[in-house]
């Protein structure tokens, strides 16, 4: 059983930054493919970024590309995603998610959530304008 807690959300001003943080139990995160998605109210959750397992590569939605780093650090257990340049558009609950045996064979397998076993409880993060 793998048991995630994110931190590091909270209240930014557009353009500034933020670290979200995703604390791994259960397993090496470097033992599993993780992922960040985030759900604005009214919406459906959407994918964010993920760190495939096996070579450590990354994919990106197009809305955070180049702005978002998904990382991890094998030493803490934990998994980072580095924010900058943030927008309003970015507010939602951010969720760390984690997959140890699903199959992923493009990026539209990281890019689903059922794809992934295990999932944190959500940290706010709310840009002003």
């Known amino acids: 059983q793998v048991q995630l807690v994110e931190s590091g959300g909270g209240l930014v001003q557009a353009g500034g930054s933020l670290r979200l943080s995703c604390a791994a139990s259960?397993?090496?995160?470097?033992?599993?493919?993780m992922g960040w998605f985030r759900q604005a109210p009214g919406k459906e959750r959407e994918f964010v970024a993920a760190?495939?397992?096996?070579?450590?590569?990354?994919y990106y939605a197009d809305s955070v590309k180049g702005r978002f780093t998904i990382s991890r650090d094998n030493a803490k257990n934990t998994g980072y995603l580095q924010m900058n340049s943030l927008i309003p558009e970015d507010t939602a609950v951010y969720f760390c998610?984690?997959?140890?045996?699903?199959?992923?064979?493009?990026?539209?397998?990281?890019?689903?959530?059922?794809?992934?076993?295990?999932w944190g409880q959500g940290t706010q993060v709310t840009v002003s304008s």
């Open positions: 998610a984690a997959a140890m045996l699903s199959p992923f064979v493009g990026k539209i397998d990281y890019m689903r959530p059922s794809q992934y076993n295990y």
């Open positions: 259960g397993r090496t995160v470097g033992s599993l493919t």
């Open positions: 760190v495939k397992r096996t070579d450590s590569s990354t």
